[in-house]
């Protein structure tokens, strides 16, 4: 595979595994720096980049749900627990927005929440970026 190949491939996983739908670009960042066919650093930047466009895509949805729906009563548990953590720490909350299950959620209720825009999308990139930083330093 060639580099673009892969970098396009770890933008593509990062940025569906950042949406609501459920993707693995830990194990294919993974697998690809195992491989030591490419930069860790290019696979990092590119993944990276996909997950926290795919986070930023999921908090626009939130701005875009707001216009439409006003917030009711949720309930679904992780709804109610992303609410929480927006009302209570703010833009500072999207810091965790890498994490399993929480994290959409996260960017989703930011958004349906209006926190600020500038200081929300830097949190979520910053956020995901060390969440990959992380697996490059691992393996």
Known sequence: MSESQSLL???VSGFISATLLPGGSEALLAWQLSQQLHDP???WA???AGNALGG???FLMG???ARFYPL??????RQQQAQRWIERYGALALLFSWLPLIGDPLCLM???LKTRLLPSLLLITVGKAI???IIVGLI
Not at 72 to 77: A, C, E, G, S, V
Request: glycine share 4%; aromatic share 14%; net charge positive.
């Open 63 to 65: 701005l875009i749900l």
């Open 56 to 58: 930023i895509l999921t």
């Open 110 to 112: 930011a958004g349906w």
């Open 9 to 11: 491939a770890l933008f």
């Open 41 to 43: 650093w290019n696979l």
């Open 131 to 133: 969440r990959y930083l």
């Open 72 to 77: 009711r009563n949720l309930n679904k548990p």
């Open 46 to 48: 590119a993944v990276t």
